[in-house]
């Protein structure tokens, strides 16, 4: 195996990337060349684009809910993040209310 194929591996290579001020489409790069998709390097790219693509953040959301990885806990705080700091109220209370509704039907497996 390939020493950066290990997604937590990737993950930490994402966030010093981001933490060095980095490009974002380097970081993008390493996301979508990745061979390991799991929910970790997922839930670490929607946290990336939280900080100022709001949109981008709930499109990679919407490819998880579609490629039925599992979602955490983690995955909805980096999410409504990006909403909130998105100063975009209507889509907070839209996934706010997504999350009570996933919650409330007892974590359905994605």
């Known amino acids: 195996m390939d020493m950066l194929e290990d997604e937590m591996s990737l993950c930490k290579v994402m966030m010093l990337y981001l ?16 061979k390991t ?8 790219m929607i946290s990336v684009y939280g900080k100022h693509f709001a949109e ?17 806990g983690h995955t909805f705080k980096y999410h409504l993040e990006a909403w909130t700091i998105a100063c975009k109220p209507q889509r907070t209370l839209e ?10 039907k007892g974590k359905k497996k994605m």
């Open 19 to 34: 933490a060095k001020g980095r490009s974002l489409e380097l970081i993008e790069n390493i996301f979508r060349s990745s």
């Open 37 to 44: 998709k799991g929910r970790v390097i997922y839930n670490t």
């Open 56 to 72: 981008n953040a709930h499109q990679l959301f919407l490819e998880m809910v579609n490629n039925r990885i599992r979602l955490s």
């Open 95 to 104: 996934f706010l209310h997504f999350m009570i509704l996933f919650f409330i």
